[in-house]
């Protein structure tokens, strides 16, 4: 069963950081583009950072720019958002997922992701 799980969730002060991660298992992603994603109470789900298949790239939402960082290890299988400066705007829940068209990563349509993760809880504290 191919899978993906995140994990690094937690309750921090606005201007704290986290480190989420993004474990798979059942098949090897190092040919997929990463991306995180999150969805706060009410609203869509949202395209926060993405990352291609061997690092080169990495592509950003304009509301997280400077902030957030993305990376993996194709070796170990993870992939990982640190989250700096954490703002009262940021609580959600963030998703991992996994395309092999990186183009969809970033740009969508949310529906195509080949792989979700069930996402881990962020919650910004003032």
């Known amino acids: 069963q191919v899978q993906l799980v995140e994990s690094g969730g937690g309750l921090v002060q606005t201007g704290g950081s986290l480190r989420l991660s993004c474990v798979a298992s059942?098949?090897?992603?190092?040919?997929?583009?990463m991306g995180w994603f999150r969805q706060a109470p009410g609203k869509e789900r949202e395209f926060v950072a993405g990352?291609?298949?061997?690092?080169?790239?990495?592509v950003y939402a304009d509301s997280v720019k400077g902030r957030f960082t993305i990376s993996r290890d194709n070796a170990k299988n993870p992939v990982y958002v640190q989250l700096n400066n954490l703002k009262p705007e940021d609580p959600a829940d963030y998703f991992c997922?996994?395309?092999?068209?990186?183009?969809?990563?970033?740009?969508?349509?949310?529906?195509?992701?080949?792989?979700w993760g069930k996402g881990t809880l962020v919650t910004v504290s003032s």
């Open positions: 997922a996994a395309d092999k068209n990186f183009s969809t990563v970033v740009d969508g349509p949310n529906y195509r992701m080949a792989y």
């Open positions: 059942g098949r090897t992603f190092r040919n997929y583009g």
């Open positions: 990352i291609s298949w061997g690092g080169a790239r990495t």
